[in-house]
């Protein structure tokens, strides 16, 4: 059971649209459509933001959205805003009730 | 609102046992089919999934460290908790307490940071 594949880090300016990949294997991301995203600001615990590839919780805006090719999950951020600057985090099911995250991404809002 | 949260102690010395115990408030552990779960993340690092368990009391636990962990719910208390023996520094982390209606979590506490140092 191996870390899912995030990059370090990804930066955009106010208005833009970003997206984070989130790249597994055939036995996790590319297997189950379960994969979910979090967002985490510095001291705080995570918020999930995204959760069966694409379903939003309810509260979160609708400038979050989830999808997956394949093996690599992805979450977009439309308009992007100040306070979307933090850590993102994938995590998916990967079988024998087994759960694996992600190493996280950085946004930096330029 | 259901709320969450950790205690226990913040230093131990190695080879000692990890004991957490997380707290649910505005709900119960054993309604809504939640799987109750413990996170943890390493300094400047990201979440490792632990284990968690099911209302019914089953539990499932990261392969890496199932050996050391045992997770217990106590439906009475409306708490569950996790045990980690022959801890070493790395395992100095957050631990974070989560619940979810399957695998995501909707629920979190705010985190306890665990140091393992002599």
């Known amino acids: 059971q191996s870390a899912l594949t995030q990059p370090a880090s990804v930066s955009g300016s106010p208005g833009q649209s970003i997206t984070f990949s989130c790249t597994g294997t055939s036995s996790d991301v590319g297997n189950y459509n379960l994969v979910s995203w979090y967002q985490q600001h510095p001291g705080k615990a995570p918020k999930l933001l995204i959760y069966?590839?694409?379903k939003r919780p309810s509260g979160v805006s609708n400038r979050f959205s989830g999808s997956k090719s394949g093996n690599t999950a992805s979450l977009t951020i439309s308009g992007l805003q100040a306070e979307d600057e933090a850590d993102y985090y994938c995590?998916?099911?990967?079988?024998?009730?087994?759960?694996?995250f992600g190493g996280g991404t950085k946004l930096t809002v330029l | 609102q259901v709320q969450l949260q950790e205690s226990g102690p913040g230093l131990l010395q190695p080879s000692q046992t990890l004991s957490l115990t997380c707290s649910v408030s505005?709900?119960?552990?054993?309604?809504?089919?939640?799987?109750w779960t413990w996170i943890r993340q390493h300094p400047g690092k990201g979440l490792e999934w632990i284990g968690y368990i099911y209302y019914s009391g089953s539990t499932f636990y990261n392969p890496s460290l199932k050996s050391r962990v045992t997770i217990s719910i106590d439906p009475s208390k409306d708490q569950f908790s996790l045990e980690m023996s022959s801890l070493t520094a790395a395992d100095t982390a957050v631990y974070y307490c989560a619940g979810g209606p399957a695998y995501y979590f909707d629920y979190w506490g705010q985190g306890t940071l665990v140091t393992v140092s002599s």
């Open positions: 995590s998916s099911y990967a079988g024998s009730i087994t759960l694996v």
């Open positions: 069966e590839v694409s």
């Open positions: 505005g709900g119960s552990v054993s309604g809504g089919g939640y799987y």
